[in-house]
């Protein structure tokens, strides 16, 4: 239970952040949501491995260092958090965290952006977190961090920057409830199967960038990633 517990306490600020710094209008909301993954992944990464998103949580999944049992916990409780996190935002703003793609963009090109950097920060989660050539490394929050932080910058007033199904479901369906209708909930499929599928593809990548030495038939594991 104290992982599922550690994933939705950083998921939660993770998306608080999100919510009251977009919310707000703050144009330095990039770097905020970035340091705020990245210290909530100091804080849990030796406890439940601070995925924080149901997409790092597939790519550890298909890498082999979580359970196949573990993956779906991990990812009621990362969504239960970000839920919690838009409530808290609305409570804090009076405004609804709403996650969708910019003014013109169409779906294609904001599904491709969120595939894209998914991908990128769940192949650097797996290579400076779970690789045993980084092992030990005090490094890993900080890349996993500021990868967000570029996600962020290039890719978000493109497809809206979540990067995160937890993100896109937590947030649009609280819009949902909180007045938004159905609408609310149209463009959700692009934050699930964007990240989701970037998520499996980096799993399937670090496979073949480090082969049978380092992969889940070398090496079995029976907790989730070891962050350190």
Not at 43 to 63: D, E, F, K, T, W
Not at 134 to 162: C, P, R
């Amino acid at each position: 239970m104290r992982n599922y517990l550690t994933e939705l306490m950083g998921t939660f600020f993770l998306v608080l952040t999100i919510g009251l710094t977009v919310g707000s209008g703050s144009l330095f909301a990039p770097l905020a949501i970035g340091c705020s993954l990245m210290v909530m992944v100091y804080m849990g990464g030796h406890i439940s491995g601070a995925h924080y998103n149901p997409a790092v949580s597939l790519a550890a999944c298909v890498r082999g260092r979580l359970p196949a049992r573990e993956l779906a916990p991990y990812m009621i409780f990362q969504i239960a958090g970000a839920f919690a996190a838009a409530l808290t935002s609305y409570a804090i703003l009076n405004k609804n965290l709403v996650v969708a793609p910019g003014p013109n963009v169409v779906a294609s090109r904001a599904l491709l952006v969120e595939f894209l950097f998914t991908f990128a920060l769940a192949m650097v989660v797996l290579n400076v977190a779970t690789s045993r050539k980084t092992d030990g490394n005090s490094f890993y929050g900080l890349a996993i961090g500021f990868t967000i932080v570029v996600a962020a910058f290039a890719g978000g007033g493109i497809s809206g920057g979540a990067f995160n199904p937890a993100v896109g479901l937590g947030a649009n369906l609280f819009d949902a409830i909180n007045g938004g209708g159905a609408k609310a909930l149209s463009h959700l499929w692009i934050y699930l199967v964007g990240p989701l599928a970037g998520g499996a593809a980096a799993g399937f990548a670090y496979r073949l960038q480090h082969g049978i030495a380092d992969s889940a038939a070398a090496e079995p594991v029976t907790e989730p990633v070891p962050a350190r």
